[in-house]
């Protein structure tokens, strides 16, 4: 690549994050150029120019195009030689075809394979070809194959010849192959390409790449090379598998070998689906291709339910609705039927045999549906959900934790935690985030507070009653903790402790070879690994014997354990996902999945009690339906479909960054707006900076704390003079763009799998018509309407600072006066009695008695919204601070307190009573 070349693509790179999109923006301006090119050629006009940038976008698509099959080598080769011969007709055309198909993603339809036999036939017959007089193959799923060989082109076109003589009409797939020749094109191509489904590794290939381009070399930095063993032939194939599942762990990896049986057998660990040998067939490498994908795409319960759909099938139970005909044999009901149509209907039944399962006991469909999701996901095992997250908590919770139970917990969870806290009588110690005052919000738990508080419980003699720590990953702002490294720490002081991840807005990040390693069954993975490899003990050794020497209860000075005892140390993981939020499903569609080494010894029992406590006898079919393809999308396109999100998520920074109206009134949110220097050791300050381009998250990812999930895009509003809640409902009102979270002086907008390049597009011009539109009115606004926007802008920039928990009433501490736990679902169910419960108005005068000494007890749980979780919850003693801040509140909706009755208190007697029975309650109990 020239060196002008290499600038300009070097700095395209910096403009553009997203490598795939890089490849499309390529491609259209390249037609857009060959049509000046050729309007230039056909008016005899001078097209030195043009023809310079053709030849610039061909050089540097070659390098993009070698990790595609579609259009391949031999197409590109085609392009080039049709420039050289100057024939602008029919690079122009091509070029429109090739780009047409790319952008409009059709030539997965046709399948490349199908398409070069037709060119071909067609270039036998005309000399020349065009992709519109093709044939249209059947509709199949198409993928690709990649090859890492060091084979020339004779050598590359007798491979896919051999493998495409092999293909036949009943194939349920269609594939075409890509070949690369060295390790590390092997690693730029499964990150590049992800339409690749399998990989075979044959027999020599390099190490490096001869491939600069910045936006690919980028790919590169995913890989921990410190990992990876220097070596050759063999051993090189088995490092590359490692790293290659590492990245994506659903690609089918066969090895291709002419080494002797010797070396091979049993040498190659769980990576390769299958070994080859150089002579074998190529018939059993394209059955084998097939049914690895097969493997993937596979829906057993999805696949049960049509099958039972399609059936004629008579109804005398429960459910009129089913099949339809309590709609379509009325009058007044077939609206209903015509908006949704058949299908939904014919497959609405109660029936759980005829080839269908249950999913309070599985045995059919369903158990396969969940065995295939635990795959996915990482899991030991997986469970499907119909009613949300909020209760997939409370059965991880029912199921763990007993009466008297320590949990620890983020203050600032779900609400749906603090009622599992009540239903399973744990007491809970509420953990503080750090607050990020400016934008009224919270972080995310700092490690040092998680370990202080268990130093505290076991300075107290209470750590044998502790029983789970519990954390928000990520937190709906986008906060992601290191899951490994804080569970690491915590087992070093609590061997047994049991980590419950709520990961409602997190699961697809399984999919990113990025945010993977921040996901709570990977870091469980990581840690079984670790504890239980061979040299841990070995390396461990001198701080073990410390360890063991302070005991498991000491003193307060008793030092910090800094590494898990590997006798002791168990991995006991649960994380709960809204599948819904961010994967395919139908609403409330969730998942629990469990990586627990003693579940099937001590947990299994509960959990199936607490599965039945709160799963409904009558599942929706639909949602278990759509979880089971949920599933499969990601194991066939969940990397595609993330890393897609994620461009997306970096091209809407950079556009509210660069456009220079927009800028004016918004900005996005950074890492180092959102998670103190502290937490952050990587210096990682910025994803997009206008001025820098884009930053390296790789090293932040590994290293730092805390991380900002990068499909969060959080805008800050204060300049427009507008609070969360009026910009969302003018989003919704005039533009139909739908958000959620807002605080006092921010906006989140949360790319997804679903988004488009021309959803970010159209907000992008609706922020800058806002903006437009504020510029515009404060030009013509007189100097009283501009002082009244600023001071409505500074009152913005400065809310109310966040309180962090205060602490439980003396009645609610069942031990101790200064216990740190508290008797939640003792206060929660005190509130029932009236007798026991009053009302304070929330005022200054309520303030001015709480600072004059005055304790008032809330009654209940108070949720502003935003933020969205207990400000105040059962039994909390009201802090000067918590007042003050809800006061400060310019919002409508908190639940939990009634703007005409005021908050719920406990009445004096009430506690008084509430204290007399806690305390014969711990004597009784010492005794």
Same mark, same amino acid.
């Given at each position: ?216 070399? /980028? ?19 088995? $490092? ?55 493997? /993937? ?111 620890? @917990? ?87 402790? @049991? ?23 990977? $870091? ?62 139908? /609403? ?57 999100? @994620? ?48 930053? *390296? ?74 903006? *437009? ?117 310019? @919002? ?20 008084? *009573? ?14």
């Amino acid at each position: 690549m020239s060196a002008a070349n290499q600038r300009s693509t070097a700095d395209r790179a910096a403009r553009q994050y997203n490598a795939p999109h890089l490849r499309m923006d390529y491609w259209t301006e390249l037609r857009q150029r060959c049509n000046w090119l050729l309007e230039r050629s056909r008016a005899g006009r001078d097209s030195a120019e043009p023809r310079a940038l053709v030849a610039q976008d061909l050089e540097v698509l070659a390098s993009l195009e070698s990790y595609w099959a579609y259009p391949g080598p031999s197409r590109m080769a085609e392009l080039a030689d049709f420039y050289k011969r100057g024939d602008h007709d029919e690079l122009a055309g091509e070029v429109a075809e090739i780009t047409r198909m790319l952008v409009g993603d059709s030539y997965r339809d046709r399948g490349a394979a199908v398409l070069r036999a037709s060119r071909e036939h067609a270039h036998h017959e005309h000399g020349h070809h065009h992709d519109h007089h093709e044939a249209r193959a059947p509709a199949k799923p198409y993928f690709e194959v990649l090859f890492v060989d060091g084979i020339d082109a004779y050598d590359r076109d007798e491979l896919r010849d051999g493998l495409a003589a092999c293909r036949r009409d009943s194939d349920e797939f269609l594939y075409d192959i890509v070949t690369v020749p060295s390790f590390e094109d092997a690693v730029i191509a499964v990150l590049f390409n992800p339409t690749i489904q399998s990989v075979f590794l044959r027999y020599n290939y390099s190490f490096h790449t001869k491939n600069d381009h910045p936006a690919l070399r /980028r790919y590169l930095d995913l890989v921990e090379w410190e990992d990876v063993p220097t070596c050759f032939g063999l051993e090189r194939s088995i $490092a590359l598998a490692h790293v290659l599942k590492a990245l994506r762990p659903e690609l089918d990896l066969f090895l291709v070998t002419d080494s002797s049986l010797d070396n091979v057998a049993g040498s190659l660990g769980d990576d390769f689906r299958r070994v080859f040998y150089r002579l074998e067939q190529y018939m059993e490498q394209h059955l084998s291709i097939l049914k690895g994908v097969r493997a /993937r795409f596979e829906a057993p319960f999805f696949d049960a339910l049509r099958k039972y759909s399609a059936k004629p099938t008579g109804v005398f139970h429960a459910l009129p609705i089913a099949r339809g005909k309590s709609m379509t044999n009325a009058h007044w009901a077939r609206d209903m039927y015509e908006f949704y149509g058949p299908n939904i209907f014919l497959a609405e039944t109660s029936a759980t045999t005829g080839g269908l399962d249950s999913l309070l006991q599985p045995k059919g469909p369903i158990k396969r549906s969940q065995e295939l999701a635990a795959r996915a996901f990482g899991s030991r095992q997986s469970f499907f959900v119909t009613n949300g997250t909020s209760t997939a908590n409370k059965v991880v919770l029912q199921a763990i934790v007993q009466p008297g139970d320590i949990v620890l @917990i983020d203050r600032d969870c779900h609400k749906s935690h603090h009622y599992a806290m009540v239903l399973a009588g744990a007491m809970p110690v509420y953990l503080d985030s750090y607050p990020l005052q400016e934008y009224s919000m919270y972080g995310a738990v700092p490690l040092e507070e998680i370990e202080q508080r268990l130093m505290e419980l076991k300075a107290a003699g209470k750590l044998d009653r502790v029983r789970m720590l519990l954390l928000t990953n990520c937190t709906f702002d986008g906060l992601t903790y290191d899951p490994e490294e804080v569970m690491r720490r915590v087992l070093a002081i609590k061997p047994d402790m @049991i980590f419950l991840w709520d990961e409602a807005w997190f699961a697809f990040a399984r999919f990113s070879p990025l945010l993977r390693r921040r996901t709570a069954m990977e $870091a469980a993975a990581r840690l079984r690994e670790e504890f239980r490899s061979p040299g841990y003990r070995e390396r461990c050794a001198d701080s073990l014997g410390d360890q063991k020497a302070g005991g498991a209860n000491g003193a307060v000075e008793t030092p910090k354990p800094v590494v898990p005892d590997p006798d002791r140390v168990r991995v006991r993981v649960y994380a709960t996902q809204s599948t819904h939020k961010t994967l395919t499903s139908f /609403r409330q569609g969730s998942m629990i999945h469990v990586f627990d080494e003693d579940f099937g010894q001590k947990v299994s029992g509960s959990f199936h009690e607490a599965y039945m406590t709160h799963t409904s006898t009558s599942p929706n079919y639909q949602i278990v339906a759509s979880l089971d393809v949920g599933r499969r999308q990601v194991e066939l396109e969940g990397h595609e479909l993330v890393e897609q999100t @994620i461009g997306l998520a970096m091209a809407l920074r950079a556009r509210v960054n660069d456009h220079p109206e927009i800028s004016r009134f918004f900005s996005v949110l950074r890492p180092e707006d959102m998670i103190p220097g502290e937490h952050r050791p990587s210096g990682l300050e910025f994803y997009y900076s206008s001025e820098h381009g884009w930053g *390296r998250m790789e090293q932040a990812w590994r290293a730092d704390e805390f991380t900002l999930d990068p499909t969060r895009v959080t805008l800050h509003i204060a300049r427009t003079g507008m609070d969360g809640e009026e910009f969302r409902q003018l989003l919704m009102d005039k533009h139909d763009i739908q958000i959620n979270k807002t605080s006092r002086n921010t906006a989140l907008f949360m790319p997804n799998i679903g988004t488009t390049r021309g959803d970010v597009a159209y907000l992008v011009d609706v922020l800058a018509g806002i903006s *437009r539109d504020i510029a515009d009115r404060l030009s013509l606004a007189s100097d009283a309407e501009r002082a009244r926007h600023a001071a409505r802008v500074e009152s913005l920039l400065h809310g109310p600072p966040l309180p962090n928990f205060s602490r439980f009433h003396p009645a609610f501490q069942p031990e101790d006066p200064g216990s740190i736990e508290g008797d939640l679902r003792a206060a929660f169910f005190l509130a029932y009695d009236d007798a026991s419960v009053g009302s304070v108005p929330l005022s200054e005068a309520t303030l001015g008695e709480i600072e004059g000494g005055r304790e008032i007890v809330s009654a209940a749980f108070v949720i502003p919204y935003p933020p969205g979780f207990p400000i105040l919850v059962p039994g909390q003693v009201m802090s000067p601070e918590i007042i003050a801040y809800l006061l400060a509140l310019d @919002i409508e909706e908190i639940h939990g307190y009634d703007p005409v009755e005021g908050l719920r208190v406990f009445t004096e007697a009430a506690l008084d *009573r509430a204290a007399t029975m806690t305390d014969i309650v711990a004597k009784a109990e010492s005794r």
